[in-house]
DNA sequence: AAGGAAAACAACCGCCGTCAG
DNA sequence: GCTGACGGCGGTTGTTTTCCT
């Protein structure tokens, strides 16, 4: 995988293209280490690589960089991104933010292998099935869940009030989703608010919810632009309050994800 | 077992925004 | 206010590896 036989030459202003060796690893890693990520172009000044600026910033985010996540994304992580590229399209950096240890890159080689359409429709369609089965019976999981839950709530004291509940329930909800290895919480956070709640009165309003799992066929992507104006038009409003938890929108908790303002 | 297709990975390119001089 | 350097980001390409027929 290493040879890459059409690389290796230098550019024009004599920097180095190409693979990296591990000798350039290194210097560039003490040299981060020293100096810090963010300057880049003295990085590579100061640790005599022929590299680019660019180059070597690509190489340490891209690989070098520690606490970088290795192998297949796992099926959550799968779920997060087809969640969080429905509303915001290609964004990959912004995306990757909400993934720790994967990278922009990583991300859209993923989309890129397993949802672009004109390369393999008939795998995608297998692998939208197998997600939205996965999805099904996490929704049923998480039924069962808010029953037992209601059952032990309902025998507890009643100072809680049902908000306050349901706003505690979304805090704990990414743990448990860790251990299950389930569904994203953000799908099921939502999908499971009973449908007479302060929820998706503003997502169906907004038409983000069908919007979710309708792929474009053409772009190989959902309908992002459209749904993530609504929601950013939605989050302006001081809607958002009323979408996530009924609490502070500047900063709403949405199962696994913390929203800021500014998307 | 061989060949082709698909997937995975690594890196480059070009555009754009920011910021210091 | 202008300009150039720099960094960040999304798109694309090239190569290797894996899977399927």
């Known amino acids: 995988?290493?040879?890459m036989m059409g690389w290796g030459a230098t550019t024009e202003q004599g920097w180095r293209k190409g693979p990296w060796t591990p000798e350039e690893d290194k210097l560039l890693t003490e040299h981060v280490n020293l100096l810090g990520e963010g300057r880049w172009s003295s990085v590579a000044r100061s640790a005599g690589l022929n590299r680019?600026?660019?180059?070597?910033?690509?190489?340490?985010?891209?690989?070098?960089?520690?606490?970088?996540?290795?192998?297949?994304?796992?099926?959550?992580?799968?779920?997060?991104i087809i969640e969080l590229h429905a509303l915001w399209g290609n964004k990959w950096s912004t995306i990757a933010r909400y993934l720790p240890g994967r990278t922009d890159n990583e991300i859209k080689n993923y989309w890129r292998t397993h949802f672009k359409k004109e390369k393999s429709s008939q795998k995608q369609e297998k692998r939208k099935a197998l997600?939205?089965?996965?999805k099904q019976q996490q929704q049923k999981q998480q039924q069962q869940h808010e029953d037992n839950m209601n059952r032990v709530s309902s025998n507890d004291e009643k100072t809680m009030s049902t908000a306050e509940h349901e706003k505690q329930m979304a805090?704990?909800?990414?743990?448990?989703?860790?251990?299950n290895q389930?569904?994203?919480?953000?799908?099921?956070?939502?999908?499971?608010w009973p449908?007479?709640?302060?929820q998706p009165a503003v997502i169906d309003?907004?038409?983000?919810?069908?919007?979710?799992?309708?792929?474009?066929?053409?772009?190989g992507r959902v309908d992002a632009s459209t749904n993530c104006n609504k929601m950013?038009?939605?989050?302006?409003?001081?809607?958002?309050?009323?979408?996530?938890?009924?609490?502070?929108?500047s900063n709403f908790c949405n199962g696994g994800y913390i929203f800021q303002e500014g998307f």
């Open 171 to 179: 805090f704990m909800q990414p743990a448990m989703a860790m251990e």
């Open 232 to 249: 950013a038009a939605a989050v302006q409003q001081n809607q958002a309050a009323t979408f996530a938890l009924g609490g502070d929108s």
């Open 205 to 219: 309003e907004l038409g983000l919810w069908g919007g979710l799992w309708t792929f474009d066929d053409t772009n």
């Open 182 to 192: 389930s569904w994203p919480t953000m799908y099921q956070d939502i999908a499971s």
């Open 1 to 3: 995988m290493m040879r």
């Open 131 to 134: 997600l939205l089965k996965q």
């Open 195 to 198: 449908s007479d709640h302060h």
């Open 52 to 80: 680019s600026g660019k180059s070597c910033r690509l190489r340490w985010v891209n690989y070098l960089r520690p606490g970088l996540k290795r192998g297949q994304l796992t099926p959550q992580e799968e779920g997060i």
